[in-house]
């Protein structure tokens, strides 16, 4: 992106270059998980000298946390555009939207690329100190929206009133992330399609 008259300022420049790595590493470590990630592969791809690294990060683990963070915003837009989506009166029918959006999502990579969170939980015994807390802090965020719909359902009389939607909300985490994984692993949409399936035909008032 340039300024106004089509040149770049430094600090501009700095901050697309950041942004860039920062993508560039979601790609690469939906893919590879956080260990498995090559740095010099990703400084490649976006066209950075392996020297300018520390300009940007001072360490893997400070560009991890990057893009973490980077990931949760774009991942909570996500949700939020789906679950709080006025189009679709629904709340299941909003869950469901997401679960179809970010099956659509997989499938554009060839479902080479899973969720960034659940990359990570799978190296969590070699991931700096301070990442476990950070990822569970993350889902409990993307538990609450999901549970804030689940009590929207309750009210449109979708799931029973009995429902603890806090745990159910817990519940479709835990199916969600083993279901991309999966998906990734099979390289097909099967997985996400059973748990999906089988999560509302288990919850809705019949």
């Known amino acids: 992106m340039t300024e106004l008259f089509g040149t770049p300022s430094l600090s ?6 950041r942004i860039a790595l920062i993508r560039s590493g979601v790609a690469a470590m939906t893919t590879h998980g956080y260990i498995s990630a090559n ?8 066209g950075v000298p ?6 940007y990060f001072k360490s893997k683990e400070e560009f991890g946390i990057a893009i973490l963070q980077y990931y949760d915003h774009f991942f909570t837009e996500k949700l939020e555009q789906h679950l709080l989506n006025q189009n679709i009166s629904s709340a299941l029918a909003r869950i ?5 959006d970010a099956k659509t999502s997989m499938a554009k990579y060839h479902f080479n690329r899973g969720c960034l969170v659940g990359e990570l939980m799978q190296d969590e015994s070699l991931l700096p100190q301070n990442y476990p807390a950070l990822l569970n802090n993350i889902l409990h965020n993307w538990q609450d929206k999901i549970a804030c719909c689940l009590q929207l359902a309750q009210q ?9 939607c806090t745990k159910l909300a817990y ?3 835990l199916g969600w992330e083993g279901a991309v994984s999966r998906a990734k692993l099979l390289k097909n949409a099967t997985p996400l399609d059973i748990f999906t399936e089988q999560f509302f035909n288990l919850i809705k008032n019949h």
């Open 156 to 164: 449109q009389q979708e799931i029973s009133s009995q429902t603890d």
């Open 39 to 46: 740095i010099e592969s990703i400084l490649k791809q976006v």
């Open 96 to 100: 469901n939207a997401f679960c179809t």
């Open 50 to 55: 392996k020297g300018s690294f520390y300009h």
């Open 171 to 173: 519940f479709f985490w």
């Open 12 to 17: 501009r420049k700095g901050n697309n270059t």
